[in-house]
């Protein structure tokens, strides 16, 4: 199996990269959590004229018509310079849901406002009670007249504060954790009845609880079939997953080469630290531990347009449960090796940790994902 890139598709890592260099620098990133968005809104018009946020978008609603591989090459690029842009819910997962699940109106309706950077969107999805399950939705939507009544509250909705647009699951029948009976809606953010709680999370990104009081939906604004969404949502999070994946790799790649530079730099008895071999060792542990990432991060984009369901959830669930076991141990050992400075505000290591920590329990622990693969039988089906 061949995985070199493609010409176009070294073009585009080369260019990301370089746009992360030379506009993500620590400081700058700083200045960027600072403004009202909690990001900054020229570096997300930077994208748009670069064509990323309508990469993975037919050409005739403004993208580039490329697929998981170009989304994985640009989401590791954001991951080394822990960006902070709302790529992933507004590209991967509230567009991933018009590309795959809405008609031709609202594709054409939405999809090239995402692709030129003028609309902002977030999946509001989680619950209080509903931890990883993707089935367990209590939120509900109700037939009235020619549209739909929404009531309910969603809780670390991605985005959600800045979002223009949202992306609502609601039950439409059947019980709290039923399979079938979820339905999707969109949702404008400023709508009667729709409030916002945002806040900032503990890897500086930003977050927002919402509450949904008698808010009316159209008909025109429901995605797909209402009451058949579940599977809808299966495929879009585990393109997510990869997504964020690929960003773990790209910001466990950064945080490695910190540590191995401050250990180049770093004084100790009179000679730099990096020449004691305990310490290479544990440099070359968390070299390991990066690699055998990436090539989670690699089979995850392989699988996360597998057409069989079950096969694809087995191999999104191993490369999740690598992926927290890597970013924890190279989060971790790249604070230690910094010693007391490593956790700093001012040391990048620190921040590494942080979003790698929460890049281990979005869409599903390491726990959860592990205790799934196990109930599948395994990554490689022992009936087979």
């Known amino acids: 199996m061949d995985f070199d890139f493609t010409d176009e598709q070294r073009m585009l890592k080369d260019s990301v990269e370089r746009l992360v260099k030379d506009e993500y620098g620590f400081e700058q990133r700083a200045k960027y959590l600072a403004e009202p968005d909690g990001f900054s809104r020229a570096q997300w018009a930077r994208y748009a004229e670069m064509g990323l946020l309508g990469l993975t978008f037919d050409e005739q609603y403004g993208g580039s018509g490329c697929g998981p591989v170009e989304t994985m090459v640009v989401m590791e690029a954001l991951g080394r310079g822990l960006v902070v842009e709302p790529y992933l819910s507004t590209v991967v997962l509230g567009g991933g849901l018009v590309r795959l699940g809405g008609n031709e109106a609202q594709r054409a309706a939405i999809l090239p406002r995402i692709a030129q950077g003028e ?42 504060g800045s979002a223009d647009r949202l992306v609502v699951s609601a039950r439409v ?43 009316r939906v159209a008909q025109t604004d429901v995605l797909g079939v209402a009451g058949s969404a579940l599977p809808l949502i299966e495929t879009v999070v585990a393109q997510a997953i ?143």
């Open 119 to 160: 609309l902002l969107m977030a999946f509001a999805h989680g619950e209080a009670q509903s931890r990883y399950d993707l089935a367990d939705v209590a939120t509900t939507a109700r037939r009235e007249g020619d549209g739909w009544v929404l009531d309910g509250a969603k809780r670390v909705v991605l985005h959600g």
């Open 173 to 215: 029948s059947g019980e709290r954790r039923e399979r079938n009976g979820i339905g999707l809606f969109l949702v404008e953010a400023d709508a009667a009845g729709v409030t916002r709680h945002a806040y900032p999370t503990q890897d500086r990104l930003r977050a927002a609880d919402i509450e949904l009081s008698a808010v």
């Open 242 to 384: 990869a997504a964020v994946s690929a960003e773990a790799v790209g910001a466990m790649a950064a945080a490695h080469e910190e540590t191995v530079e401050y250990l180049k730099v770093r004084k100790q008895f009179g000679v730099p630290i990096g020449s004691f071999q305990a310490l290479q060792h544990r440099a070359v542990d968390m070299l390991v531990m990066l690699e055998q990432a990436r090539s989670m991060a690699l089979f995850a984009t392989m699988m996360s347009e597998e057409p069989d369901t079950e096969e694809r959830n087995r191999s999104i669930s191993a490369a999740k449960v690598q992926i927290g076991r890597s970013g924890r141990f190279v989060g971790q050992q790249g604070v230690q090796l910094h010693g007391g400075i490593g956790m700093t505000e001012e040391c990048k290591v620190g921040h590494y940790l942080r979003r790698l920590s929460a890049i281990d329990i979005q869409f599903g622990s390491t726990e959860h994902h592990l205790a799934q693969l196990a109930d599948a039988g395994g990554l490689i089906d022992s009936a087979a």
